[in-house]
């Protein structure tokens, strides 16, 4: 019968264990890598679950899209599935990543934007779990160049679905594009679907007919088609029954076509 075991090694030094050094990293709940300055070092810190707006709404292209990454990732040999989610900001990036780092139903990494790329993948080699990581923007937080032995499984590591959303990928490095072996699957976000713009509307306008016109004219009217963009004025819509549609998305910040 196993025991659990009373001591630790470390280099050459038997001591008792201490309490509370056990943990077992939790399927679906969410941790934040960040950056210890005292002690020059990486560490975990339990976060919040994810939370997602009322109305956020998928399509069957999003869906398919998710289940096309979560089943690769479960089959796989491979210790690393990266997936790059760039373009248009506002436009539900971050909240797609965190949907499929929900549904893959393993430990979630959120990648602290002050953790250096060069610390990462020492970490992650001590780590055995199969874990979902995030690096949100990591255009604009992390030189992506240190981060290719990382998603390449140099070292012996854990299984790692790797979750990157980025806005200019200019700003990224070339060896990441054209390389599935480092990111394997892409979706780049350049407007929302009608089909999800007419169910935000007619989940806040609750009128069908509305809602169409609403669509149609917010598809044609403004140059970015975002998640938050079409939200708002959904909401304004709603809020102000009498003013016509190109005046209250002449008082919004929104640009015009």
Same mark, same amino acid.
């Given at each position: 019968?196993?025991?659990?075991? &009373? ?5 050459? &030094?038997?001591i ?9 990293? $939790?399927a ?32 069957? %292209?999003?869906? /398919? ?10 089959v ?7 997936v ?6 506002? @436009? ?17 990494? $959120? $990648? ?25 923007? %990591? ?9 290719l ?8 590591s ?23 072996? /480092? ?46 963009? $079409?939200v ?11 003013? @016509? ?5 002449e ?6 076509r």
């Amino acid at each position: 019968m196993k025991t659990t075991s &009373q001591f630790i090694k470390y280099n050459n &030094q038997i001591i008792p264990k201490p309490l509370g050094t056990d943990y077992d990293l $939790v399927a679906g709940k969410v941790y934040t890598l960040t950056h210890d300055k005292f002690m020059d070092d990486l560490y975990l810190k339990e976060d919040k679950d994810f939370e997602f707006p009322e109305r956020y709404y998928l399509g069957d %292209i999003d869906n /398919r899209f998710i289940n096309k990454v979560i089943n690769c990732f479960n089959v796989t040999n491979k210790l690393t599935t990266g997936v790059l989610l760039s373009g248009l900001k506002g @436009s539900g990036k971050t909240l797609m990543a965190k949907k499929i780092a929900v549904v893959s139903n393993l430990p979630i990494i $959120v $990648v602290d934007k002050e953790v250096s790329a060069c610390d990462i993948e020492p970490f992650f080699a001590k780590i055995t779990a199969n874990v979902c990581v995030i690096f949100d923007e %990591i255009d604009k937080y992390w030189n992506t160049r240190y981060l290719l032995g990382f998603l390449d499984g140099v070292k012996p590591s854990c299984k790692k679905l790797v979750l990157c959303t980025c806005n200019d990928e200019d700003e990224i490095d070339e060896y990441l594009n054209d390389r599935c072996s /480092r990111i394997r699957y892409k979706k780049l976000f350049k407007c929302m679907t009608k089909e999800n713009i007419n169910g935000i509307m007619n989940d806040i306008l609750d009128n069908e007919e509305k809602a169409k016109s609403a669509t149609e004219f917010i598809f044609n009217s403004i140059n970015v088609v975002s998640y938050d963009n $079409v939200v708002m004025f959904a909401e304004e819509v709603k809020n102000n029954p009498d003013d @016509s549609y190109e005046s209250i998305l002449e008082d919004m910040n929104i640009g015009k076509r």
